[in-house]
Every structure is written in structure tokens, then in C-alpha cells.
């Protein structure tokens, strides 16, 4: 049993296929297989059970689980002191809100912890980087959500002791060309939106699940891409969008988007980490520090 094994061990349990954590660890499939077998063989145990849906964790694997993370822990304590290494925070955040938001908490880190390192991953997709904070390649992700719990807007959240703090409300914003229909209503409704046509990224997206919540089936959804592509096709009149506020501010302060009058519950700027983790030197200050 050594750390390589480990750490594929819990890239399988994060990413649950295989190839996913093949992908995540830039290794051949075949590399991963050998080294969870060479893992059970040293054991002397099944850690997985194989099906057609992905890997799934026996009573020992979910016993091995508890003490690989303990184990890998340690190591890295031990690496950090023996090399005397500076302080650094692995922090991933959504491509959506890398510009926006990550700019001040790197400067609130920055003030309580001058000499503190920050290595940051903008993604895309959220499942990666949840991903990645289970399988401990990233220390925290910044995120959209809702709810009490990480995926209470509707997104699975991965197998691991994940924790979180809300950093700020996210407002979102219904925009329409200026001449809609419905831009000079004192209120809009789900109802008032029937037979309209949603633009939407694709059904990961924060915006897309917000979307879900507030509107079910009364809409036709409609693929536009990103956030700024949305906000384009919206201004040419190919129908609505639900996007964050501050992406449009401009926009609508200068006329050539519409903010229909829909009451949308704001989303949570939400930093994300593994509770188990938080003994690590330096982490607990750090992740206090983001969230300050």
C-alpha cells in the first residue's frame, strides 16, 4: 500500500468511473485498474464492487475511505514541514464568477495572510471542481448554490465530508429586449412567461437550474451558450434569459437590455471544502480568511 495507490483510490471514489479518474489524474484507465487492484491485493480485500453504472464502495472500501484520507493528510503535513514549505491555498472557482468575485477574496487573503501563496483554477464546470476538492487536488472551490447543503440547487454533490460557507448573494436577473412584451409590467409571474422562449446554457449550469426552480415546464428552453451569449441573443429579441445581475448591469443601465419585474431568489457565492481537510496546517486560517 503506498500514497500513488491512495490517491487513485480516491480519485475512483470522486469522479466513480474509471475513466473519469483517469482523466482527472492524467493517467491511462488501465494505470488506475492496475493500481486499485494492486490496493486490494495488498489488503487482501475487495474495495469496489464493478457495475455497469461505475464503481461502488464496499464495507472495507468505505473503511478504507476514512483512513486514506487520514493517511494522505499526514503525508502532505509531513512533506510541508519537512520542506518548509510556504503556505498555499489550491482554490478553484466557476469561469462565471473568476472575474467578479475571486479578485476580492484574494485580496481579503492577501491582507490577513501577506506571505500566503494562492494557486487558482477556474473551470467551466462545477461537477469538475467538485470533483477535485473531493479527490483533495483543489483546497476550496467557489461556487454557485442554494439551500442548506452543497447541490441544493439541484446538482449531485460527490461522495466526501464536503463543508461550505455563503460569501454573498448572487442576484439574478430576467433580460429581455427593450421592446418585450412584457419589459413595461409592474411584475411578471412563471405564468406571464408561458410559450416563451428560455435561452439557456446547458443543464449543469447554475443558470439553467435556477431556471428550473422558477419555471418548470412553462417555458421552451432554447441553447443560446454562455452568459454573454445569452445576454446577446436576448438584446436581439430570441427571447429571455436568467442570468446573474452583475453580468448585465451595464447593459441595462444603458437601454439595451430589458429587466422584466420577475422576483428570482438570489443564488450564494458558496466556498466549498473538505471537512476533513481542515486539520491540514494553515487551512482552517486560510479558509477563514476567503469567507471573511
Known amino acids: 500500500m503506498d500514497l500513488r495507490q491512495l490517491r487513485t483510490f480516491e480519485a475512483v471514489i470522486a ?8 482523466d ?5 484507465p488501465s494505470s488506475v485498474s492496475e493500481q486499485v487492484r494492486a490496493l486490494e491485493g495488498s489488503l487482501g480485500v475487495a474495495l469496489f464492487e464493478r457495475g455497469p453504472k461505475g464503481m461502488r464502495l464496499t464495507a ?46 484574494l485580496a481579503r487573503l492577501a491582507e490577513r495572510r501577506p506571505g500566503l501563496r494562492v494557486d487558482v483554477r477556474s473551470d467551466a464546470a462545477r461537477d469538475q ?22 447541490g441544493g440547487l439541484g446538482f449531485p454533490a460527490p461522495a466526501a465530508p464536503l463543508d461550505h460557507v455563503d460569501l454573498a448573494d448572487v442576484p439574478l436577473a430576467l433580460i429581455a429586449a427593450p421592446g418585450h412584451r412584457l419589459a413595461a409590467s409592474a411584475r411578471v409571474g412563471p405564468a406571464d412567461l408561458r410559450d416563451e422562449k428560455l ?12 431556471g428550473e426552480r422558477l419555471f418548470g415546464d412553462a417555458v421552451e428552453r432554447v441553447g443560446a451558450g454562455s452568459v454573454t451569449v445569452m445576454a446577446a441573443w436576448a438584446e436581439r429579441g430570441l427571447g429571455v434569459a ?10 441595462i443601465a444603458a437601454g ?37
Not at 15 to 22: I, P, Q
Not at 199 to 210: E, G, I, M, Q
Not at 242 to 251: G, I, K, M, Q, T
Request: proline share 4%; net charge negative.
Open 60 to 105: 472495507a472500501g468505505e473503511r478504507m475511505h476514512a483512513w486514506a484520507g487520514r493517511l494522505l493528510q499526514q503525508a502532505e503535513q509531513a512533506r510541508r514541514e519537512v520542506t518548509e514549505e510556504r503556505p498555499a491555498l489550491r482554490l478553484g472557482a466557476l469561469e462565471t464568477i473568476a472575474a467578479t468575485h475571486v479578485p476580492g477574496v
Open 15 to 22: 469522479h466513480r468511473t474509471v475513466t473519469a479518474a483517469a
Open 199 to 210: 435561452l439557456v446554457n446547458v443543464p449543469a449550469c447554475s443558470f439553467w437550474l435556477a
Open 24 to 28: 482527472a489524474l492524467d493517467l491511462a
Open 129 to 150: 471542481l467538485l470533483a477535485a476538492v473531493a479527490a483533495g487536488d483543489l483546497d476550496a472551490a467557489l461556487l454557485l448554490d442554494t439551500g442548506d447543503a452543497v
Open 242 to 251: 436568467l442570468v446573474p445581475e452583475f453580468a448585465v448591469r451595464d447593459r
Open 256 to 292: 439595451t437590455l430589458a429587466r422584466l419585474a420577475l422576483d428570482a431568489p438570489a443564488l450564494r457565492l458558496r466556498l466549498v471544502w473538505r471537512a476533513d481537510r481542515e486539520a491540514l496546517p494553515d487551512l482552517r486560517e486560510m479558509l477563514y480568511a476567503a469567507g471573511a
